[in-house]
């Protein structure tokens, strides 16, 4: 079954510095691939969404992710960090069939001034 | 547009009680989600409709779960003799569903179940 997996739980950066959030999937390319935020009582908000049309992926609030076939990898970022980008950032694959959305477990990220 | 909607957004039970959920999706989209969210974890897929028909359920949708979507709009989910371990943030999302491709999911606010 296609999953993914997000490396560190919580990663910290200070304002204006980069943000690399990283997400590996499982074996098999998949056909989508989504980065979702969550801020604090909130439901998920879509980032981005990897449709295979292009491997660098440019989303909302200034994120883009790219597609690394070789690395098997999916890895969100943002030049300049702010402090209204501190959240929880997940990625998602779909397993199986086309509706049913495998998450990772989350990364929060902290935003230091 | 309104956005995916839910209520309650905080549900307190006692242990054994039933609980039931609502979930309003965008007006125009056929496809309903529910998803668990327990602290620390990402959403766990738990069951989907298309307008009325139940397409998919995963095996942690225990017979004590149930969920409906009468009339391909709200859909209800309940949780009968509730457990300690049920106490979760139970998501819902929708979409406006083509076959053959994974559609952008909008999801809404949760509701927050707390077992005691």
């Known amino acids: 079954a296609q999953s993914v997996t997000q490396l560190g739980s919580h990663v910290s950066v200070s304002e204006g510095a980069l943000v690399l959030l990283r997400c590996n999937y499982s074996s098999s390319v998949p056909p989508y691939l989504f980065w979702y935020v969550q801020y604090p009582n909130q439901g998920l908000q879509l980032l981005l969404k990897?449709?295979?049309?292009?491997?660098l992926v440019k989303g909302i609030n200034g994120f883009e992710a790219e597609f690394k076939k070789s690395e098997t990898s999916f890895h969100l970022t943002k030049p300049s960090a702010h402090m209204s980008d501190a959240a929880e950032y997940f990625c998602?694959?779909?397993?199986?069939?086309?509706?049913?959305?495998?998450f990772g477990t989350g990364t929060k990220l902290q935003v230091i001034p | 547009d309104t956005g995916v909607s839910q209520d309650p957004r905080h549900k307190i039970t006692k242990r054994g009680q039933n609980v039931t959920f609502r979930c309003d999706p965008i007006?125009?989209?056929?496809?309903l989600y529910w998803y668990r969210q327990t602290l620390g974890q990402g959403p766990e897929f738990l069951t989907y409709?298309?307008?009325?028909?139940?397409?998919?359920k995963s095996r942690l949708l225990s017979d004590r779960f149930s969920a409906e979507r009468p009339k391909g709009s709200f859909s209800t989910l309940e949780i009968q003799r509730t457990e300690q371990g049920d106490s979760a943030m139970y998501l819902c999302a929708s979409s406006q569903g083509l076959a053959g491709r994974t559609d952008t999911q909008y999801f809404g606010p949760g509701t927050r179940l707390t077992v005691l």
């Open positions: 409709f298309q307008n009325e028909a139940q397409l998919e």
């Open positions: 990897y449709t295979s049309a292009a491997t």
């Open positions: 007006s125009e989209h056929n496809r």
């Open positions: 998602a694959v779909p397993e199986g069939g086309y509706q049913k959305v495998t």
